[in-house]
């Protein structure tokens, strides 16, 4: 059979799906994990930050899954941090992914970001890109929840 590569440099999200869809059907037919991703839920984990007047000003959002939660982004605006805020939404990120069931916590930074920050607070570096983007480093960490 003769087959046609495309290649393309534009967005495509109806591909993009597609790709998505075929990769879960097949990480749902070899995985017992992911098959009970069918089964339970997905639960999401939003930490709001707002100010006096109501401006948000932070937050953490991410996903539970498994037993565990995954960090998709944490921001505090430069004005809101030196206080000990991050340390709080942190705290209560945690506390909440564990009354919901989680044991451990996965999240990425990259070298100019917060590696330091998580650190300090009980986070391992379990993986490392060097040079990504050129000149600094991507980082994977994990806590265990106790």
Known sequence: MNYK?????KADRDFKTFLRNKVRKYN????PEFKK?????IVPLHIIVENEVLDCVGGLTG?????????DYFWISELARGNGLGK????????KAKAL??????????EFQAR?????YGYKVVGEIKDYPPGSAYYTLVKHLL
């Open 101 to 110: 069931g989680a044991s451990k916590v996965l999240l990425m930074t990259f």
């Open 88 to 95: 709080e939404v942190l705290a209560k990120a945690e506390k």
């Open 28 to 31: 749902r037919k070899v995985s």
């Open 63 to 71: 996903r539970i899954n498994w037993d565990w939660l995954e960090v």
């Open 116 to 120: 330091n920050f998580y650190e300090k």
């Open 37 to 41: 991703l069918d089964e339970i839920k």
């Open 5 to 9: 590569i495309k290649v393309s440099s």
